[in-house]
């Protein structure tokens, strides 16, 4: 290839690369004008799976008992009986309203929450993953978008308090990466999908055939915005994002978790996009960009300049992303932020290598896939 060709597919492709980055991160750090909030607790039915007592912390079950005192319908959900959840909830909230059972639908998070979901009795449904932190106040914020024409609010969490480096880097993820991105492509009018804090009216919620209406596809928040868009409702992320204190977290359980979801989006109908990730992340353009700089003739020191200007603007614009959402970004997250850029290029060739996706022990990709051959498991 010529010299002036590759200087010029190399520095394009820094180029757009760099442009993305900060326009993802200028569409997404202001939050939308919130609505007037128009429910009260006692709105609410909270629906909330748990799996292991390290999904029962003290904060987290402190904050489920504060909404019910406050008036919200509050379910707790588990598969048996002798989950570890069970004991570590009464030892701190004694009468905690607990619900046991399991279906057998492909998806073991669905088969768990299947019984929340058509117990749940308020106007409005909030289905919150494990950990995260609500008050009255940020339910009620989180929902006021909620309208006869828009009928799913998707409240992203942000993960905060991570007490070591693998912690860390799996707040790199959430917050630096899948918020900023999600957040954007929804200022773009683009529907997306997430975990967090799901929230619908339960009309809603039965004209989507309740619980049915998650199952649809293999990854349930992408089911179930699809199902609410095919009402002729919109779909679109919360103006606030609850906290998710992340404490302490073992390597392998954050990069296993990264490549679940990696594998999950790429049998959804989105996966072109999660393909092109790595294309426009920082390593493979820095590298693209620093090859068309050499092609063109820059010397050594040019190149080192170069590097050290990419890398330093890549995290200016997520640290100014953050900002805007009153996240911190200190040298240990930016550290955090290198490492989940280098990993990128990898990380994608682990979610093509294989068809397993783990989720608490169970492959949720075998499971699928009978269920789409319609190998005796229902769930439609």
């Known amino acids: 290839m010529e010299p002036g060709l590759l200087s010029c597919i190399g520095l394009g492709w820094w180029g757009v690369a760099s442009a993305i980055q900060w326009a993802s991160a200028a569409l997404a750090r202001v939050p939308r004008p919130e609505g007037t909030v128009h429910h009260r607790p006692a709105d609410f039915s909270i629906v909330a799976p748990m799996n292991g007592a390290a999904d029962a912390s003290a904060d987290y079950v402190a904050a489920l008992q504060s909404l019910a005192r406050e008036g919200a319908e509050v379910l707790i959900c588990v598969s048996r009986a002798d989950d570890g959840a069970v004991a570590a909830t009464r030892a701190l909230w004694r009468d905690a309203p607990i619900l046991v059972g399991s279906d057998t639908t492909f998806n073991p998070k669905m088969n768990n929450v299947r019984k929340g979901l058509e117990a749940a009795g308020r106007p409005v449904v909030a289905l919150c993953d494990a950990g995260i932190l609500l008050d009255a106040g940020t339910l009620g914020r989180a929902a006021a978008p909620l309208s006869d024409t828009v009928g799913l609010v998707l409240a992203l969490k942000a993960g905060e308090a991570p007490a070591n480096f693998a912690a860390e880097l799996e707040r790199a993820y959430i917050d630096g990466h899948q918020a900023r991105f999600l957040l954007a492509a929804d200022r773009l009018g683009i529907a997306v999908a997430s975990g967090g ?84 992340g920082a390593a493979l353009s820095g590298v693209a960009g620093l090859a068309g700089l050499a092609a063109a003739g820059v010397g050594a020191q040019g190149l080192l300049a170069a590097l050290v200007l990419h890398v330093v603007a890549w995290l200016a614009a997520e640290a100014w992303f953050l900002a805007g959402h009153g996240l911190g970004f200190g040298p240990r997250a930016a550290a955090a932020a290198l490492v989940r850029e280098a990993l990128a290029p990898w990380l994608m060739v682990r979610a093509l290598s294989g068809r397993r996706i783990d989720w608490r022990g169970t492959d949720l990709g075998g499971q699928w896939r009978g269920h789409s051959r319609g190998d005796g498991v229902h769930g439609r």
């Open 197 to 280: 804090v799901t929230l619908m009216t339960r009309e809603t919620l039965q004209r989507i055939g309740n619980w049915r209406g998650f199952n649809r596809w293999i990854a349930d928040d992408y089911s179930v915005t699809r199902s609410v868009r095919e009402l002729g409702l919109r779909t679109r992320l919360g103006g606030v994002m609850p906290r998710l204190p992340l404490g302490r977290r073992d390597w392998p359980a954050v990069w296993s978790r990264q490549v679940r979801w990696a594998r999950t989006r790429l049998r959804l109908p989105v996966w072109p996009l999660v393909l092109w990730e790595p294309a426009i």
